[in-house]
C-alpha cells in the first residue's frame, strides 16, 4: 500500500480496501457469470490496520451462487513492512453480487 492511501492516523483508509475487496470478490465471480454488480456487503470487518508498505493479498471464495446472485466471502491478509514475514488478517467481507444482462438488468446465472 502507498502514502497516497492513507488517511491523518498514517494507515490506509477503509474506502481503499472495500474498493480492493469489491474487486477481489467480483473476479472470483467470473467462472460463473460474465458480468455482476454489487448489490451489498453484508458484512466487512476490520481486524487490524493496514500499513503503508504492507503487502495486501485478497483471498475470494464463492459461498453462495443463487439463480441470479452470487455470494463471495474475501479474507485480506497483510505482510508488514517491517514485521516476522507472517500474514495478519486485517479485514474480512461477505459481498453479494448480481448477474446482469448487457443492459444492466437481473439475469439468471448459466448452469456450468
Sequence with gaps: ???RDTNAH????GGILLAYLDQAGAN???AHCERVVTV???EVVFHAPVLVGDVVSFYARITRIGTSSITVHVDVEAERWR???LP????EAEIVYVNVDP???PC???PR
Design 1 to 3: 500500500m502507498l502514502p
Design 10 to 13: 498514517g494507515t490506509i483508509f
Design 28 to 30: 472470483a465471480t467470473r
Design 40 to 42: 451489498k456487503m453484508t
Design 83 to 85: 514485521g516476522d514475514g
Design 88 to 91: 495478519v488478517k486485517v479485514t
Design 103 to 105: 443492459r444492466g438488468r
Design 108 to 110: 439468471p446465472i448459466p
